[in-house]
């Protein structure tokens, strides 16, 4: 098949008043007809840069292609004109972004913004612009294009926007659509919607599309083939099956050993450190501060492309001839482990799981939006959590999980129902001492690691925060040795005591949270999408600090999140939100190996597993339409407007909150 | 398998394939220099010419203010009738107006007008205008709402009626000036913090604060107001010059200070009306009052951008 674009050694920097920060630096892609390709990478991998420097969207004013071809179809766009580019953008090349609730303009209609790219680049009359965007929208899946084409944005929801932009990216049948990161944003019962779209696009269209994207899960799905992304480089390129189960790098194993799969229970392969600063990009081989088997000249000299097969590259020193043999670590130990792991614990928790630490009650928790309208963000959920186990929660967004959490935590009071910690009714009426003393004993850590952390104070100051509150230590220097003491057991040292948050990396910042959370000596720490935010090889990170810390405290937590691998792997036992109502509650290896809800079904066949042969044999249950609004919840079941299995009883009355088998428990009608 | 051999060269020695390992240390540790926002902020604005310069220049014309009067004998209302209308010169470093006056020791009197009107801005601002954003913001519900109403009502009424309206009540003066401004002087600063706290209030690092157990004194004293600091600065850097100008413009039209009490602008007004055949009246406190002006709004303008990078262009 023919190269339809080209990148030929590519390096782009930006100006910032720090200096040059190289973000990209020297890559080579091409791009064959009717393929798709995945590039991979951590936040700063300069992925979205690559792709942005093909459509020529970088700002002018800081951003620089220093060097290098982009060759679309044998012409190189680097020495296009904007006017040129105005002819390529949207008719030749278009891009789908990441964030559909702002890519999208909210003062213009739908089907205003589709017609407009077709009347731009086709001669075509307002009136045939306006069929062609009508069959656009019915190509996207949008039920009643009629109708919905004169409707604004804001009428749509997440997912039916993601198709709208969709729709406008396809409007004058592009051969080549670069997507970035076009699922991030969404659930995953909607991306694994969007997915099946942009293939079904692609066998009808023929058209080339470049996924960017850092869930491994995304690219077994979707690509035909991978590049990996490191500090401004590719580091390995090929198909997907020879990434996946040949990887070269070790950069690429330690990203593909940080993704939980269902059956992993061990720890997860973190990789240590943070990315490198591409103001001043390191010498050799960018990766090798963070990598076990670095050889001297991954320090000195820049790896060379290895070629492997005919598709197949990678720059690593560790194929060099004179390279002592070295394995990828992982599968062989990591499967001996999970056995031996997986049959000690299982029996002790249930022996030791007989202490409730937190027992919810009929919990319920309303907001007042407007002056009639009253959204049930929770309601009517129960459910105990015992001593030392990690409860996970799990559910879209707007299920009601976060607010849950916080309402456990007495951040918001409860509109129904009690929340008992340790016999004792949290929402009661208490005295300022009696407030202190639940604020020592629950702790939060929360999702955005850049949010959570305040500005304006040093890192020392941010962890003594409880200490201070609570008057737990009485001289400076005992509140200085209890930082120090916090910072070593997250795993960073003395010198970061003095900085301030914004100098720190996501995953840095997000274990101060956690030791934040530590220094008051808590016993049950809500986690609220702590590793949401953050890269898949620092996810790994945090959980593994999670675990260690749950061992060596006997903390008990609540893990609230989306990722449901993430969830089953930390968890012992998993609770399923929809909606504001829990539906299923079981261990974590009963759900996952036996869920009885259709809801459950359907979350764990939407999650993309990272492994490309299983990803395109799988069956999935697509859920249609999307999560309807918990002002206004369904009667009956709540899940009945989106249950493939309703039934004329779900649609009348809610089901029962009952134990189906032993610790098993379902609130549906069709399971006995 | 491998066919990189070509860029194989005989420099590489067995040695240097020899497994060191990760460098631990060098994994977590941060590169730049460890930087307080403020020291940031004040890095910026030293970068930022324009600003600098305009700091200089108000502080020279705030020493020249306090000092300026008392470089020669004359006082600001001394009249002396043998001297009127005499060009610069050695005496009168400035020149004399009709009545004979210093014009130096006028100029350097009314700057201290404006001074005094730029330091009454600033506190207003600060502290009606920061504490009843403050409060509005926190305490939400019904106290936000009668304080919000209360605030369109006084943005709603234009700033020469109120001062017109006292006048009726009071003298024209300093002093109506200042109840003036006290009326409607901190209303946009008002506004925008309780914005600011409005917003800040539902971020995380404050749920965090209020996770541990912290009150709401040092959930304000900690977290909300060191986060608002950088806004009030700015907005108080911007409400200056306009409150400055708006006295020199009072007057200007004689609703503000009378003789023989001077004002840049009643100074102005002086100059104006002699402009023809004595331009050194008009030029002289043009002069000050622009250099205030401009050096208060590149200064502002810098400050902005050294507070918050975001708003840079």
């Known amino acids: 098949m023919e190269k339809i674009l080209e990148i030929n050694d590519l390096h782009v920097s930006f100006h910032t008043y720090a200096g040059k920060v190289q973000a990209v630096r020297g890559v080579n892609l091409y791009l064959k007809k009717g393929e798709t390709l995945a590039i991979v990478g951590e936040s700063g991998s300069g992925k979205s840069v690559t792709s942005k420097s093909i459509m020529k969207l970088l700002p002018s004013q800081s951003a620089e292609i220093e060097t290098g071809k982009i060759l679309f179809e044998g012409n190189d766009l680097v020495g296009f004109s904007e006017g040129e580019m105005e002819k390529i953008r949207g008719k030749e090349i278009s891009m789908i972004f990441q964030d559909p609730m702002t890519a999208l303009n909210p003062t213009l209609t739908v089907g205003k913004q589709i017609s407009e790219s077709i009347l731009t680049h086709q001669k075509v009359s307002k009136k045939q612009a306006l069929q062609k965007t009508i069959e656009l929208l ?13 409707q604004y944005p804001h009428q749509f929801s997440g997912g039916m926007r ?71 480089k590719i580091i390995e390129t090929g198909t997907v099956e020879e990434v996946f189960y040949h990887p070269q790098h070790p950069y690429t194993w330690g990203l593909l050993g940080s993704m939980p799969n269902m059956e992993t229970k061990d720890e997860l392969v973190a990789i240590p450190g943070s990315p490198p600063d591409l103001l001043h990009p390191p010498l050799g081989d960018a990766f090798a501060e963070r990598n076990d088997y670095a050889m001297k000249i991954d320090y000195l000299r820049e790896p060379p492309m290895f070629k492997l097969s005919e598709t197949h590259y990678a720059s690593t020193w560790r194929l060099h001839e004179k390279a002592p ?20 614990p299982i029996g002790e928790i249930s022996d030791k799981q007989m202490e409730p630490l937190i027992e919810i009650k009929h919990l319920k928790k309303y907001f ?56 004792e009714n949290v929402h009661e009426k208490k005295n300022l001492s009696q407030v202190k003393n639940f604020n020592r004993k629950v702790q939060m850590i929360f999702q955005d690691p850049y949010a959570s952390l305040n500005p304006r104070k040093t890192v020392a100051d941010i962890i003594a925060e409880g200490i201070d509150i609570h008057g737990l230590s009485k001289t400076k220097e005992e509140r200085q040795a209890k930082v120090y003491s916090l910072l070593e057991t997250v795993g960073l040292n003395k010198d970061h005591a003095n900085r301030y948050p914004h100098e720190f990396s996501g995953g840095q910042r997000q274990r101060i949270g956690i030791a934040r959370a530590l220094a008051v000596e808590p016993e049950f720490i809500i986690a609220d999408e702590p590793i949401s935010a953050l890269d898949v090889s620092i996810q790994a990170q945090v959980v593994n600090l999670m675990k260690k810390l749950q061992k060596e405290k006997g903390l008990t937590y609540l893990f609230i999140a ?48 990272p492994d490309p042969l299983v990803e395109k044999q799988r069956e999935r249950i697509i859920l249609q339409g999307d999560l309807p609004s918990p002002s206004n919840p369904p009667s009956g079941c709540r899940f009945s407007t989106r249950c493939p299995l309703a039934t004329d009883l779900c649609r009348k009355a809610a089901p029962e909150w009952k134990e189906i088998k032993s610790k098993h428990w379902v609130a549906c009608h069709l399971v006995d | 398998m491998k066919n990189a051999e070509s860029l194989v060269t005989d420099e590489f020695s067995d040695d240097l394939f020899e497994v060191v390992g990760p460098r631990e240390e060098d994994s977590e540790r941060i590169g730049r220099p460890p930087m307080s926002a403020f020291k940031d902020s004040w890095m910026r604005l030293k970068k930022n010419k324009g600003a600098v310069i305009s700091l200089i220049i108000l502080i020279i014309i705030a020493l020249l203010a306090i000092i300026g009067p008392h470089m020669n004998e004359y006082k600001y209302y001394e009249t002396d009738y043998g001297a009127s209308y005499q060009a610069p010169n050695q005496d009168h470093w400035l020149g004399t107006d009709k009545f004979g006056r210093d014009q130096w020791t006028r100029i350097w009197q009314g700057t201290r007008i404006s001074l005094y009107i730029a330091f009454l801005a600033a506190l207003l601002d600060l502290i009606i205008g920061v ?144 402009m023809r055949n004595q331009f050194y009246l008009l030029a002289y406190p043009a002069v000050v009052i622009i250099a205030v002006m401009v050096s208060f709004n590149i200064l502002a303008d810098g400050l902005r951008d050294a507070l918050d990078p975001k708003m840079r262009k």
């Not at chain 1, 996970?392 to 959490?405: A, F, M, P, R």
């Not at chain 2, 995380?204 to 600065?233: C, D, M, Q, Y």
Request: proline share 4%; hydrophobic share 50%; aromatic share 4%.
């Open chain 1, 368 to 423: 007042h939006v407007g002056k009639k309208e009253v959204l049930k963000a929770v309601d009517d959920v129960s459910f105990t959590i015992y001593k030392g186990e990690t409860l996970g929660l799990v559910g879209e967004s707007g299920c009601g999980k976060s607010t849950t959490g916080r309402t456990i935590m007495r951040l918001y009071d409860a509109s129904g129902g009690e929340v008992l910690f340790q016999k």
């Open chain 1, 138 to 150: 019915k190509l996207v899946g949008i039920p009643n294009p009629e109708i919905r084409i004169n």
């Open chain 1, 162 to 232: 993601q198709r709208v932009v969709i729709a406008i990216a396809l409007a004058c049948s592009p051969k080549v659509i670069i997507a970035d990161e076009p699922t991030t944003a969404l659930d995953v019962t909607i991306q694994a919607q969007i997915l099946d779209l942009l293939k079904a696009i692609q066998k009808k269209m023929g058209t080339s599309i470049i996924i960017i994207t850092h869930d491994l899960g995304v690219v077994a799905n979707i690509a035909d083939r991978v590049a990996v992304m490191y500090a401004g």
């Open chain 2, 131 to 274: 504490t009843l954003g403050a409060i509005s913001a926190l305490m939400g519900g019904k106290v936000d709402n009668a304080l919000q109403r209360l605030i369109e009502v006084l943005v709603g009424i234009p700033h020469l009626i109120v001062v017109i309206l006292l006048i009726m009540l009071m003298e024209p003066g300093i002093i109506t000036i200042t109840v003036a401004m006290v009326i409607t002087g901190w209303v946009n600063m008002a506004r925008l913090v309780r914005a600011q706290i409005f917003k800040l209030k539902g971020q995380e690092f404050v749920l965090a604060a209020k996770s541990l157990g912290s009150s709401n004194t040092r959930l304000i004293l900690h977290h909300l107001i060191p986060n608002t600091i950088g806004l009030i600065v700015i907005n108080m850097m911007f409400t200056i010059p306009s409150a400055i100008f708006t006295e020199a413009f009072l007057s200007f039209i004689g609703l503000g200070l009378q003789e023989p009490h001077a004002s840049l602008g009643v100074l102005i007004n002086d100059g104006f009306k002699g």
């Open chain 1, 562 to 609: 989306h990722d449901l691998s993430m969830v089953k792997h930390i968890s012992d036992r998993v609770g399923v939100m929809y909606l504001g109502g829990i539906v299923e509650l079981a261990s974590a290896d009963d759900l996952y190996a036996e869920p009885l809800h259709p809801y459950t079904k359907a979350l764990l066949s939407a999650v993309p597993v």
């Open chain 1, 325 to 344: 043999k070295i394995e990828r670590p992982s599968l062989s130990q990591r499967h001996v482990k999970a056995v031996e792991q997986t049959i000690g």
